[in-house]
Nanobody
Framework: QVQLVESGGGLLQAGGSLRLSCAAS????????MGWFRQAPGKEREFVAV????????AYADSVKGRFTISRDNAKNAVYLEMNSLRAEDTAVYYC??????????????????WGQGTQVTVSS
């Protein structure tokens, strides 16, 4: 089983940038679809960005398209989320997720069965 640990969250002002990291350990990380999801207070968890097993195919939520970039380094068993031009509405707990049965960049939350503990991102306006 893969274990995921996120890092890189924090408090910053609107317009700033942040890079989240997700370190994977356990069974092979390669071949798994990976994604970032977020959950704001009082809201359901939502899709942010996903990547296929190689990093060659990605998908983004409309709300972050052009501002966020997902990438992965299979040699380091890591996935990243580069976030630029952050807005107050980006405030949420960000979760890294892996799908043990999907290699394509699927955007459906229920397709991911392995989750990290989350990292808080707070953007002040």
């Amino acid at each position: 089983q893969v274990q995921l640990v996120e890092s890189g969250g924090g408090l910053l002002q609107a317009g700033g940038s942040l890079r989240l990291s997700c370190a994977a350990s356990g069974r092979t990380f390669n071949g798994l679809a990976m994604g970032w999801f977020r959950q704001a207070p009082g809201k359901e968890r939502e899709f942010v960005a996903v990547t296929n097993w190689s990093g060659g195919s990605t998908a983004y939520a409309d709300s972050v398209k052009g501002r966020f970039t997902i990438s992965r380094d299979n040699a380091k068993n890591a996935v990243y989320l580069e976030m630029n031009s952050l807005r107050a509405e980006d405030t949420a707990v960000y979760y890294c997720a892996a799908s043990s049965f999907r290699s394509a960049a699927v955007v459906i939350l229920t397709e991911y069965d392995i989750w990290g503990q989350g990292t808080q991102v707070t953007v002040s306006s």
